[in-house]
């Protein structure tokens, strides 16, 4: 069988119901507050099998009012929907003196909380790591927040008493320093050759991807240990540690790297260039492979004119250089440029291929078809497209159960069954509005 | 985290595409800053496991290990014998698992696996940016880190089921799916409107305010969604026409009125009294920080997630370290990229057991190098 057939067949997500999950073992109280990091956190633990309780305030998680421009199917944003995968959603107001007793009547039952709340929020309702690990010596307890839970700001008063925001981590992570336009590239206008945030909540998906990393390390510790711990996560923190060598490169040379628009400070080739219709991503950097591109253009002088990577990794050629370029293929789509480069066949490696926009991308069968966008159709919320899982596993796949849920829809069955509340009790909290 | 991670490149040249790649073409202090940010604590050997007793050194140590991670195009270790049906065979316990562009199956799976293609390709280049100028890729390789992430918590997963079930299994992680999967909004908006999703610049149209503006003496983010923050930075702004849009669904209908007034406000203040005014009002702020900032950075520094260490052989370097506040199991790093083969004698005589004299020999023949 050759390989791919193979693989296919490892890993093929329409057999990943008939799997074993690999963290059926695990309960998950997931209270995070107006929080895409800690949402999904608990998203790729509750793919692959963790039972995620979700633990919103009576109202629901502001996190279901993040929308664009307002947009929400039955109460909930787009955003919110996405991450709601798989959980049971429950509700209780941690303010009040029996929410907090009822909460503590979970954690004796969780292996993993993970929370965002304010610094300091946790301590000041009594809920610290300090009581919650006495209450369950096995616990992890995962703090997911920009500034943390310790360190010089929070010692010295200076964290802001709010929620975390992607963007403010996408600031302070150092990532949007190296996002966007230089000054110097003046074909832009003014306002856009600024300092920019990824479009989509970068820092809260890395953060949460940190998060649910180490929440996985700290179970095998436990397996060994028999212990929990306290996990301190911080979005910013996690951005940073993804955005190359920009650190490093401080320390080291005493430069800073700043925005460099689409172009690579290590690689020249390795960008984008805009064509008619858009843009189109070229790489080909080593000598060979960038006398191969100037070929392709039937530019020869400009081999002449950069020919070492010394030449091309000097910044101040990388706009001239790109104005070169895209001064022939400006002429061309991005179509019609990617056909250039696959008709070439002389020596030396290099490719191109389109930048596309979202509703482009969503053409490729690619992705539906190895479960990476789904669609489905849900009772209650009707037909979508949405994100599906982007691991493929050969014995226990990653699985998307069920979309989302309302807040507190679970709250009859998780009181009832794993609490033993009995129903006039529980009536008796609704109309107080603990749950 | 405490894993023994060996390296495998190929002798002489190493893995070039990563050790070649730095800023500017400087390599200080001979190390190439491409291959200084993901290489911690490894060892590294360098073995041709093209050669058959490269390939058998690879399946000795397969035998005794828990982890296999290879991004080679799809099926190249599967055609050289030790790809997962091989391996799985050596030790059923392993864990598998391919990192690719475009995941090891299905019509996009021969697709060259570059960074920069994943941005593009799946669109998120296409939502970043403003709409006036043109679309951006994050400059680091947002594509590789991340799925990078995404493939350890898999791989912590898989162990974990293995410690139950006794066996371990092959994963296959695309980058572009990860960044597909960290798209938020966007697929489900497309799908339900028809609309394209378009980049809006620094503002976020879906938690209002949340933005980067500039400021008298450089750039700041800000963001005050809840009521109670939003207050809160009516108050320190003092704009009266801000508190007519307490309620969450006027503000995402009136978002580019609430942004023009923020901004207009923000550009005649310092940083750092609108850092004073968020803790006093409890909103949320952080300065647009560089590299130099987050070197100085007190908090930074206190919570050692820029960490500095004494690299055994270039000295005094610094690493971020998002995992510094784990309770008891911090992660420590201890060193950097090593060069080529270091590690050849370590691995081979102390974990393998192979004689001084059958390390000669390999190194003769080219199997191994430095």
Known sequence: MDWK???????????SKEKPEALDDLVVIDISYGNFAGLFASSLLSELGAKVIRVEPPEGDIARKMTPYGLEIDGTGLPYIVEGRNKYHITLNIEKEEGKEIFIRLIRKADILIETFPTGKMEKLGLGWDTLKRENGRLIMCSIKTFGERGYYAENEKVPDAIGTDVVDQARSGFAWTVGIPEEYDEFPEHTRVPTRMGNWMAHYAGGAIAAFAIMCSVLYRNITGEGQKIDISPAEALMAMNNYALQCYHLTGRVINRVANFEPAA??????????????????????????????????????????KDRTNPDNFIPMTR?????????TRKEVVKMWLEYDGPGVTVAGEILKPKETLQFNHWFERGALIRVKDKELGDLILQGVAAKMSKTPPRIKWICRKPGEDNEFFYLTLLNIDKEELKKLEEENII | MGAEVIHIEMPGSGDLLIRAVSPGGIFPRNLGLGAVAPNVNK??????????????????????????????KPGTFDSWGIGYRDLSKINKKLVYISLSGFGNWGELSDRPSYDAYAQGITGLAEITGFKEAMPLKAQAWIGDFLSGTVGAFLVAV?????????????????QSEVLIRVMDWTWLYIHLTGKERERTGNRDYATVPSLITKAKDGFIAIGAFEKREFIGLCKATGIEELSKYEDYTER??????IYELIEEWAREKKIEEIEELAVKYGFMVGRVMNSRDIYH??????????FFYNDPIYGNLVQPNPLSSLEKTPAIVRWTVRPVGIDNEHVLSRILGYTQSEIEELYKEGVIGK
């Open chain 1, 5 to 15: 057939t193979l693989a296919r067949e490892l890993t093929d997500p329409s057999k």
């Open chain 2, 297 to 306: 950075d007190p908090h930074y520094l206190s919570r050692k997630s820029v």
């Open chain 1, 268 to 309: 020249y080739a390795y960008n984008y260039f805009r064509t008619k219709d858009g843009l189109v991503f070229i790489a080909g950097y080593a000598d060979p492979n960038w006398k191969a591109l100037c070929t392709i253009i039937n530019r020869p002088d400009l081999i002449e004119k950069y020919p070492t990577i």
């Open chain 1, 324 to 332: 070169e370029i895209e001064s022939v293929i400006i002429n061309y």
């Open chain 2, 252 to 257: 995402l209908k009136n978002a580019d009125r």
């Open chain 2, 158 to 174: 898989a162990l974990h089921y293995r410690n139950k079930a006794g066996e371990g299994q092959f994963i296959d992680l695309s």
């Open chain 2, 43 to 72: 060892y590294h050997v360098a073995i041709d496991i093209r050669h058959p007793k490269g390939k058998r050194i690879i399946q000795e140590l397969v035998s005794i290990s828990d982890v296999l991670v290879e991004n080679f």
